[in-house]
């Protein structure tokens, strides 16, 4: 069963989905309740499962992650919203000390089933505070697991098994993309954490993405299909865990191999990517892994922020850049 | 008193004064109960004054003291039902004992076994906190999780008057209160957060004045008087249970021994300020109390030492055990199921060992 939505529309039936089938589930934050959140991610949640279900809080990151840890020990499955990638930053701590390591620190006997949603990363026009890409700090915290989808069917997906997991989750929202409309199969929907997509083959190249910019790389593979040169494009969906073999095989097959991220680059999930690669593909490498990500400097204001985001020009140049005149 | 009252957050409820006599004009507390209390008491200076030892033998690391400060951890503990939590700090080993959790169990964490030794779940003891009042919130999460589902847990928050300066403190006190949960806060101002004095948290007219901008009732109580606290914080329990919300203790009482034996406390304090506290003892005044009212004698205090001394004992036996660390556990319980990359490092390191042993 195939039905045409948006992200924002494929994110609230995920969250329908899983409180229609699992009553411990409950969604909370700012402005979530009757609004609907400010992207309308949980549109009509509060009217349809009941305040009980679906309820706004005071205006507190701290108090809406730390609350939803409590809860989660005490037999619930918090879904909460973080307005923006920045203003989830008050909740660090929590996140941090206690979200991710409550696990270990019990022992196991004591886990935090929760989902922390983070509307995140630029492309909106968005002022200060309202653009971050902040998966590094959570894909370095161990005891998460951080998940960025790239289409709506994912999303979908993701999100329910995010849900499902036992483990704390980090569910980043690439906000740029809430209105795409998008064919979701929400039936045939391959729910699985820790793995990555192909989301297109390619011979010559692989470039490695999450998130927004994975739209970003398919566009570049198309670009460069009309000039002869064939890539291969991995949407990564899942950050922690990563999924070594899905990339690696297809790092393998190409040779060459450039990862592409909105976030700076320095000491950043792409840079993590691009040592890994290293490290377990070397000897199939045509030439050096390269990185295409923002620059290293704070989110830039909204007239210039399309010279800090990655485009397929950026993409293909760096592309150009991959010793292909050894092959000769 | 009612604790609904305003001015309780000011004034300071007290039960037994320092001599052991009833304060003028309040109800003579229940012998059997407070016998019970003390033998309690009896048993959580002995503990504190064990894992006090134990630091100087070198068997555990550190050990942050509630010298001083028993009255308010045995009232705390026993103020709750069976099903009902407690969300206790590192300077909380007493309560957490008080509470029925094997004392070998709370200390070994401070032994370097693990982070937390005892089953939290089981227990409904949360483990000890080590950032301020970052577990007032988890706290308010169990609670406000209980009340949807309908069942009647109350939630014991503890936390120190420095954390009352963190924004946890402010959050959780506010979360609690807009949602009406179930949860006490008891606040242990023993005065000091390591070297600094409540005059650098805090100039409200006292730390329980503050529940009036979360529109919650806040008493203060005097921390010493096992009376005193076991009326107010007993009062604040059944108010949480029947759906009044959340109230805001705070327990007027002084941290006798250093933050912990790695801290010099006098750089901070006088040994006069120190001596004048220690003469308010908790225990002290509600033996000459129960010696009073003829509820307590020689045979009994003797009873209760052998106790106490029984119990002292199997701590030091528990904790002289040394368990090999087990390196698998380093990635055992990260993540439910380890990842791939956790399982691979796990077997690198096995593999330093089968190297060591070759």
């Not at chain 1, 809860?71 to 996140?95: K, L």
Request: hydrophobic share 40%.
């Amino acid at each position: 069963m195939t039905a045409k939505m948006t992200m924002a529309q494929a994110i609230n039936s995920a969250l329908r989905d899983a409180m229609t089938a699992d009553d411990s589930v409950v969604v909370f934050g700012e402005d979530v309740g009757p609004l609907g959140g400010v992207f309308r991610v949980t549109e009509g949640l509060t009217s349809d499962f009941g305040e009980d279900r679906c309820f706004d809080t005071p205006l507190a990151e701290s108090g809406i992650v730390g609350m939803a840890a409590g809860m989660a020990m005490n037999g619930m499955r918090p879904v909460v919203e973080m307005q923006f990638d920045a203003f989830a930053y008050p909740a660090f701590e929590q996140v941090v000390s206690h979200v991710a390591k409550f696990g270990n620190r019990t022992r196991g006997t004591l886990r935090l089933p929760m989902v922390i949603r983070i509307p995140y990363a630029g492309g909106i026009g968005g002022v200060e505070h309202h653009c971050d890409s902040s998966e590094a700090y959570y894909a370095h915290t161990a005891g998460l697991t951080v998940v960025a989808p790239a289409n709506n069917t994912d999303a979908y997906a993701l999100l329910r098994a995010a849900i499902e997991s036992p483990d704390p989750v980090v569910y980043l929202e690439p906000k740029r993309h809430y209105f795409s409309n998008d064919e979701v199969d929400l039936a045939a929907a391959d729910s699985t954490i820790g793995r990555a997509a192909v989301a297109r083959k390619g011979r010559d190249a692989t470039l490695i993405a999450y998130g927004p910019s994975v739209p970003v790389a398919l566009a570049a593979a198309e670009e460069a299909a009309t000039e002869g040169r064939d890539l291969g494009v991995v949407d990564l969906r899942s950050i922690v865990p990563f999924d070594d073999d899905t990339v690696c095989e297809q790092v393998k097959h190409t040779g060459r191999a450039v990862v592409v991220a909105e976030a700076p680059g320095f000491a950043s999930v792409a840079s993590e990517v691009a040592a890994r690669v290293t490290e377990h593909c070397f000897h199939y490498l045509e030439a050096p892994v390269r990185r295409v990500t923002g620059f290293d400097i704070p989110y830039p204001a909204p007239k210039l922020e399309h010279f800090h985001l990655p485009d397929t020009a950026r993409i293909l140049d760096a592309v150009d850049e991959l010793q292909w005149e050894e092959q000769l | 008193m009612s604790i609904d009252q305003l001015d309780a957050a000011v004034a300071t409820v007290r039960v037994l004064d320092e001599a052991g006599e009833l304060v003028d004009g309040t109800e003579r507390p229940d012998s059997t109960a407070l016998l019970a209390g003390y033998r309690q008491l009896v048993h959580g200076r002995r503990l504190n004054e064990q894992a006090g030892a134990l630091v100087r033998q070198g068997r555990l690391a550190v050990y942050p003291s509630s010298r001083g400060q028993e009255a308010c951890q045995v009232a705390c503990a026993t103020a709750l039902s069976e099903g009902d939590w407690l969300f206790p700090t590192y300077r909380d080993a007493v309560a957490i004992a008080a509470r029925g959790v094997d004392p070998v169990d709370v200390l070994s964490m401070l032994k370097g076994d693990w982070h937390c030794g005892y089953d939290p779940a089981r227990h409904r003891v949360a483990p000890q906190a080590t950032p301020l009042a970052t577990q007032l919130l988890h706290a308010v999460g169990v609670a406000h999780a209980a009340r949807l589902k309908g069942e009647d847990t109350v939630v014991m928050a503890l936390c120190g008057d420095g954390a009352t300066s963190e924004g946890d403190f402010h959050e959780a006190c506010n979360f609690a209160a807009v949602f009406a949960s179930p949860v006490v806060f008891f606040v242990q101002n023993n005065k000091y957060a390591i070297s600094v004095p409540l005059a650098r948290q805090s100039v409200a007219p006292s730390l329980a004045s503050k529940a009036v901008g979360y529109g919650m009732p806040g008493v203060r109580v005097d921390g010493n008087d096992l009376g005193a606290l076991s009326t107010v914080l007993g009062e604040a329990v059944e108010r949480a249970r029947r759906g009044c919300g959340p109230t805001l203790v705070e327990a007027d009482t002084y941290r006798v021994e250093a933050h912990t034996n790695a801290d010099d406390a006098t750089r901070y304090r006088t040994t006069d300020e120190v001596d004048e506290w220690a003469g308010r003892d908790p225990l002290t005044r509600v033996s000459a109390y129960l010696r009073g009212v003829g509820a307590l004698d020689d045979d009994i205090e003797a009873e209760f030492a052998a106790d106490a001394d029984r119990m002292a004992a199997r701590v030091r036996e528990g904790l002289g055990v040394d368990v090999a660390p087990d390196p698998d556990e380093l990635f055992a319980h990260v993540y439910a199921t380890p990842t791939q990359q956790l399982v691979q490092q796990r077997a690198a390191l096995q593999g330093e060992f089968d190297v060591e042993e070759a």
